[in-house]
Structure formats: C-alpha cells, structure tokens
C-alpha cells in the first residue's frame, strides 16, 4: 500500500462520519477469488445515537489493507454480518468488559472470527494507557476474537488477526508483528516474515481442522452458506 493510502486511512479515522450498520455491510470488501480460503468475520459495532462508533469507510478500509497483508498466505476475509454493541460498550476498561463483549451474547462459534469494534480500548496492564486493539480469549476457551478501537492504526486489525492465526509479537524487522518503534522499513513496506508467514498456513488448518473457522464457499460466484459448526 502507498504512503498516500496510509495516510488517506488515518484520515478516515479522523474525519469519520456516524454511519448506520446497513453502510457498514455494503462497504465491505468481499474476498478476492483468487484467494484459497476465505474465512468470515462477524463484526460487532457499538451504535449509539447518532451512529455507530466508526464509520463505514473506516472499517472497510481496515479490512482491505488485513487482506492485502494476508495475501502473501492466500487468505482473505470479508464481513460475514454486522450487528449492534451498546452504547455502553463505547469504552472497554477492564478485563470484565473485555469478556462481557463475548459472554454477554454467548455465542463466539459460526466458524468465523468476531471483531469488537468500540470507541475506546484502555490496556488492562498499564493503568491510563490505551490500546488500539487486543486478540482476547475468554477463560478457559480457545477460541480467540478481536476487540479494536475506534482510535486504532490502519494496520491494527491485520496485526490481530495475526495473532488469532497463532503469531507472537516478534522482532523481524520488516513484521507487521513487531511492535518496536522504527523508520524503517515504512509501515507500507511491512508484512510478514516469511518464518510467520509457514506459521500462519499451519495454524490455519489447525483452526479449519478443528470446526473454529469455517471457509467461506462460494457457487457461481455467490457465497453459499457454511455448514452449522457446534460451539465449543
């Protein structure tokens, strides 16, 4: 991606609008057909009066740029439904609110991966400091979803989903996983390590094998509904 993508995304987040969740799904980008897997993402959006937390544009735009990233291991995501958060879930503070998100609605299963999108995200580490986004798990429950703030970069959800597909924070240089202040390379010259990238592939046939994420299939060009998965 351009520098000037970059910073037309940054301005997206600045600038963004109050949209309804009917424009979110219809910005959506849909997977590349020439991706191999393609794996759904439910996305879940605070909506308060006024409008939702993050715009349309916004959101799209950072799943486009996940799905450039994951390009390099042929998968693309694309939005499998959106519903509504309550506006008291605008700020995410503690560890509790990070598990009521999931456990208020109890149902993390579909075989696809559910993002959290709220207005602001604190970290549960270090008092007064704020996230842009966090891969966070239940107790005693494998299966991992993504809560991002409306505050977040533009490579913030491609960074998670790199951790829902089993990667560690790193030190490559050229990783989207390394979270070191740096110059270089610039952020649109980054993605994965090609150690990250053997690790990716692996664990996603871990997670298909298991039931936790189910391909998106397509007949004719249309998406056709997945099979029923059992929550676990």
């Known amino acids: 991606m351009s520098r000037a993508a970059l910073v037309l995304l ?29 794996f759904g993402l439910r996305l879940h959006v605070v909506d308060r009066e006024g409008g939702t937390v993050a715009s349309a544009a916004w959101i799209a735009a950072q799943v486009a740029l996940a799905n450039q990233h994951f390009a390099g291991v042929d998968i ?13 879930a605008a700020h995410v503070v503690t560890r509790r609110d990070r598990n009521a998100l999931a456990n208020g609605e109890g ?22 400091e704020a996230r842009n986004g966090v891969a966070w798990r239940l107790p ?15 490579l913030t959800l491609a ?8 990667l560690p924070h790193s030190t490559y240089i050229e990783s989207i ?12 010259e980054r993605g994965f390590a090609e150690p ?30 997945a099979p029923p998965v059992e929550s676990r």
């Open 76 to 88: 693309a995501f694309e939005a499998s439904g959106v519903d509504a958060l309550p506006a008291t």
């Open 10 to 38: 940054v301005a997206l987040r600045a600038t963004a609008r109050a949209d309804g969740l009917a424009d979110i799904e219809a910005a959506m980008p849909a997977c590349d057909a020439q991706r191999t897997s393609c």
């Open 107 to 128: 149902r993390l299963g579909g075989g696809v991966i559910h993002v959290y999108v709220v207005g602001a995200l604190d970290d549960v580490d270090v008092p007064g």
């Open 177 to 188: 996983m390394n979270k070191t202040p740096r110059a270089e390379p610039p952020p649109e």
């Open 159 to 166: 960074h998670e989903l790199g951790h829902v597909f089993g």
């Open 140 to 154: 005693r429950d494998s299966r991992k979803y993504i809560i991002i703030a409306a505050t977040a970069l533009p």
């Open 196 to 225: 990250e990238r053997k690790k990716i592939r692996a664990y996603r046939e871990r997670l298909v094998r298991g039931g936790l994420l189910v391909p998106v299939r397509r007949v004719a060009g249309r998406r056709a509904p």
